[in-house]
């Protein structure tokens, strides 16, 4: 996906409206689903490589992504109207849930621990 984003291969759509490759970049749009893409493939495979810093990078893509579609105003959520406040405790709530399911699971704690016994 993140591949598709960067290269100029076809148009896209966002919000029922198409958006030309340059419209994505230009208005910020492209930049934050970078961003995102990016964040969860690094936590993706860091977690599958069962890396410490994934379950972190996992915790913290939400509240990046608000901060990222915070600080560009040209972006959906002031197109939507959507409150930044209403936001921000839906994206802790969000981060608090996969926190806990990351560092508190058993499941979780036993796949950490096989890759590190001394851990």
Known sequence: MLLLVLLPVFNCEVN????TY???WTSGTGVV?????AMGAAGSWGLAARKPWARWVLV?????LLLTLALNPSTWM???GLNVGEQAVQTLLTSLCIYACL???PGMRRYYE???PAA
Do not use: D, S, Y
Request: aromatic fraction near 16%; charged fraction near 25%.
């Open 16 to 19: 029922g409206q198409e958006m």
């Open 78 to 80: 002031e197109q939507e």
């Open 60 to 64: 913290f893509l939400e509240p990046a």
């Open 33 to 37: 689903i970078a961003f995102f893409l």
């Open 114 to 116: 096989a890759a590190n």
């Open 103 to 105: 560092f508190h699971l």
């Open 22 to 24: 340059r419209e994505l």
